[in-house]
């Protein structure tokens, strides 16, 4: 069974720094795509971050390029998400997911459109101003 697990939230003030990090298990690591997501308060989920686990391919959105950093050990099935210069326009549930499909070409910015097949509870990020 696949499983994902986010931990790392919680509240920090504008410019801060946060990393969540994703517990995997039940899945070969090294042939999904795992990436970051989020949903702020009435607006609909989107893709932040993805990475190919395989390759090393990444993807991230244009509101955090330059300000996040996605990373992997494929060692520990762990994914993270380095979170720089917060603002509290990235406050937001971020989940993370994970997904097979891998083996078409630029999948990684596929699957990073909200396309991915498993999904974390998610964590809550909360950025004060």
């Known amino acids: 069974e696949v499983q994902l697990a986010e931990s790392g939230g919680g509240l920090v003030q504008a410019g801060g720094s946060l990393t969540l990090a994703c517990a995997t298990s039940?899945?070969?690591?090294?042939?999904?795509?795992i990436g970051w997501f989020r949903q702020a308060p009435g607006k609909e989920r989107e893709g932040v971050s993805c990475?190919?686990?395989?390759?090393?391919?990444?993807e991230y959105s244009d509101s955090v390029k330059g300000r996040f950093t996605i990373s992997s050990d494929n060692v520990k099935k762990m994914v993270y998400l380095q979170m720089n210069s917060l603002k509290p326009e990235d406050t937001a549930v971020y989940y993370c997911?994970?997904?097979?499909?891998?083996?078409?070409?630029?999948?990684?910015?596929?699957?990073?459109?909200?396309?991915?097949?498993?999904w974390g509870k998610g964590s809550l990020v909360t950025v004060s101003s």
């Open positions: 997911a994970a997904s097979s499909r891998i083996d078409f070409v630029d999948y990684v910015h596929a699957l990073c459109k909200n396309n991915m097949d498993y």
């Open positions: 039940g899945f070969e690591f090294d042939d999904y795509a």
């Open positions: 990475i190919g686990s395989r390759d090393g391919i990444t």
